[in-house]
């Protein structure tokens, strides 16, 4: 390294104590030039750059023949070259989803984004894989089947567009609709006092109660009180929504399960607290003249499961929304649509209590923002709602 020269101190207008110290900088060290194009990335684009280089050293030359040995090295040269740019490519492709190849790099991408592919796919795909944990079965799997790494690719985007945080009151009724144990839920704000809290109403599959056990304490796996494929389904939402789920025994509720999903998703300082629906039973006579030729009994019997609260009938639990009205058109329309009606009217057309009068003249019962239309026409119970019918006509049996 060189040595800079001793500064010089220097006196000048002729006071002896207005010194000034200057020291001799050398000067700057010249830019080396560069012709090379960056954006070179192929073979070809290498060879010629070095070709040209060539021919700029050694201008007395005038013929240049690829059996030169200088020509060999270049062309040595440039196809190493070329495989490197491509090695370059392939690592930075490998940090976007939208380029990378490896199965590894793409379940990993998809994992920050929230899209586990070790969940999502049916573990009995992966049971045969002889790779040792699941991350790997998974890669294994898309690499003999890369039409799957490239649906997961394309599904692990929209998550990011998924709301599952509760804000809004929507927010609350969508997130708990979406869980395979409630049927309907609907939220309102209510002023305790000293703050808001956040009440939903929540009406369970299978007329469950919100605070009914779900399990008898037997020594078994999945609870008693569920039927088997709605606790797969709630198992398989929890799973891959990595949230809690209680033990199973006798203190296992409906409550309990939805508690979890509640306490992630809600906003900090905010209470949100579950309460049963409000059922709105009604009672409804309806009147049925049968078309010759069909049985009174068969018909009967068939208006009934048409009318039923079991899953696919008019009055099945959560087909009819918080707040929605029941008409009066829309009971003769199901009606109507039954093979062998040949007119249908209503006779009686109320909710279920004192101080309710007969709609049948308004045709529509209406009902609460938080209530839902209930009628499940059980004999032993007929505060939950009776449709009684009525048929004549027809043939007799």
Known sequence: MAELAPPKLIFDGGCPDCGERVASLPLPIPGAEDDFDWA???????RLFMMQELASRFPERRR???????????????????RASHAIDRVQGERFLDSARRPESVRRLLKLIGYDATLRLDPALLADRPEPDAARKVEGFWRDNPGAME??????????????????????????????????????????????TILVSVLLEDDI??????????????PDGLRRELWDAVTV???????????????????????????????????????????AAITITLSIRAKPGYFRSELKQALAQVFSADQGGFFETGRLDFGQALYASDVIESAMAVEGVAVACLNLFRRVGKGFQDQSGDGVITVEPDEFIECRSERARPENGMLRIVVNGGEAG
């Open 209 to 222: 109660a919100l605070d009914q056990p779900l399990h008898s304490g037997a020594a078994t796996p999945v």
């Open 237 to 279: 939402y929890h799973t891959d929504r990595r949230l809690p789920l209680p033990p199973v025994n006798e203190t296992l509720t409906g409550r309990r399960i939805l508690r979890g999903l509640i306490e992630d998703y809600r906003m900090i300082g905010t209470e949100v607290f579950l309460e049963p629906a409000k059922p």
């Open 64 to 82: 240049w023949t690829p059996a030169d040995m200088e020509v060999v090295i270049v062309e040595l040269l440039a196809a190493a070259l070329d």
């Open 40 to 46: 070179t990335r192929d073979y070809d684009s290498f």
């Open 151 to 196: 649906q997961a690719r394309a599904a692990g985007p929209r998550l990011i567009a998924e709301q599952n945080r509760m804000v809004t009151l929507s927010d609350h009724s969508d997130v708990l609709e979406g869980h395979p144990l409630v049927a309907l839920a609907r939220a309102r704000l209510v002023w305790t006092g000293a703050w808001q």
